[in-house]
Nanobody, 121 residues
């Protein structure tokens, strides 16, 4: 089994910062890309950021320059540093990881349960 557990969400004032973490565990053979999506009430889930094994990153235009994605391969963990937050960033943030498990070479995307981020005064 593979589990992805997000942490670090919460309530923050506009202009504030939060750092989300996503720990991947289970019978993992290899982790490829890791990333973050978010979903606000009444809206579709949207891409936020992704990071490849070698460190190449991609960001949605709406967060570029404010958010930074990183990863610690030794800990099977990805992070999302969020700065200059505004109310439009309020959403459930979901972690995902493209990985292979033991005895397979077919990468599969796994998702966490999400963590709530609320930006409000």
């Amino acid at each position: 089994q593979v589990q992805l557990v997000e942490s670090g969400g919460g309530l923050v004032q506009p202009g504030g910062s939060l750092r989300l973490s996503c720990k991947v565990s289970g019978s993992i053979f290899s982790i490829y890309a890791m990333g973050w999506y978010r979903q606000a009430p009444g809206k579709q889930r949207e891409f936020v950021a992704t990071i490849a094994r070698g460190g190449t990153t991609n960001y949605a235009d709406s967060v570029k320059g404010r958010f930074t994605i990183s990863r610690d391969n030794a800990k099977n963990t990805t992070y999302l540093q969020m700065n200059s937050l505004n109310p439009e960033d309020t959403a459930i943030y979901f972690c995902n990881s493209d990985l292979t498990i033991k005895r397979t070479h077919k990468p599969t995307r796994y998702w966490g349960q999400g963590t709530q981020v609320t930006v409000s005064s």
